[in-house]
């Protein structure tokens, strides 16, 4: 079965802080992979996504990820945080025919002034 | 563009009971899938309805049932309410299947009691 696993649970950060979220898959086909974002009492937005190509994609505010097909991962990175991009953060991958759509179970960063 | 709406916003029901949530896509998507919220968990998978028909579906047990309107709107019904089915529900839009991410509503928070 496919799953999503994000090592990180909580992470705490200063401003200006770089960022990276590690985010794994376990899917042996073809898979296109997403970052989510949810801010404190809105909805999920979308961050970014890989379909194919350039397996560095940027995102919205800032964010990128690198796709690593060796090793089923696709990391979140952002250079410098603000304090605004507190939130929770997930990786979803959805399967190549797009009927099932996976998500990893988040990670919380929390920037402080 | 109208976004996901979703209805209700919170909901408390009695173990053994049936609920209907109730989703209208977001203008132009006739894709919507459903997705599972529990506290400190990330959204989980329960199934999708393209063009009217299911079209994918998570490890959730037939109680967990859905239905997709011609004007692409959809309901998610559950039967024989349990505790464990308290949550926050999820539904999310998408032009044709998730090829493209998900536009996410702001759920339901169901509570069984």
């Known amino acids: 079965a496919q799953s999503v696993s994000q090592h990180n649970h909580h992470v705490i950060l200063s401003e200006a802080a770089s960022l990276e979220l590690g985010c794994n898959y376990s899917y042996g086909g073809t898979v296109n992979l997403f970052w989510y974002v949810q801010y404190p009492g809105q909805h999920l937005q979308l961050l970014l996504k890989?379909?194919?190509?350039?397996?560095l994609v940027k995102g919205i505010k800032g964010f990128e990820a690198e796709f690593i097909k060796s090793k089923f991962s696709f990391n979140l990175r952002k250079p410098s945080v603000q304090w605004s991009d507190t939130a929770e953060y997930f990786c979803a991958v959805n399967s190549y025919n797009f009927n099932k759509f996976y998500f990893g179970s988040g990670t919380k960063l929390n920037v402080k002034p | 563009e109208t976004g996901v709406t979703q209805s209700p916003t919170h909901l408390i029901k009695t173990r053994g009971q049936q609920v209907t949530l109730r989703c209208s896509s977001q203008?132009?998507?006739?894709?919507v899938s459903w997705y599972q919220q529990a506290l400190g968990q990330g959204p989980q998978f329960i199934f999708q309805?393209?063009?009217?028909?299911?079209?994918g579906r998570g490890n959730f047990p037939p109680r967990f049932s859905g239905l997709q309107f011609p004007n692409y709107s959809s309901e998610l019904n559950v039967n024989a309410l349990e505790l464990d089915d308290s949550a926050l529900y999820l539904c999310?839009?998408?032009?044709?299947?998730?090829?493209?991410?998900?536009?996410f509503g702001s759920g339901t928070r169901l509570t069984v009691v």
């Open positions: 999310a839009s998408s032009l044709e299947a998730g090829g493209d991410g998900y536009t």
């Open positions: 203008s132009g998507h006739n894709t």
């Open positions: 309805y393209y063009r009217e028909e299911e079209n």
């Open positions: 890989y379909f194919s190509g350039d397996p």
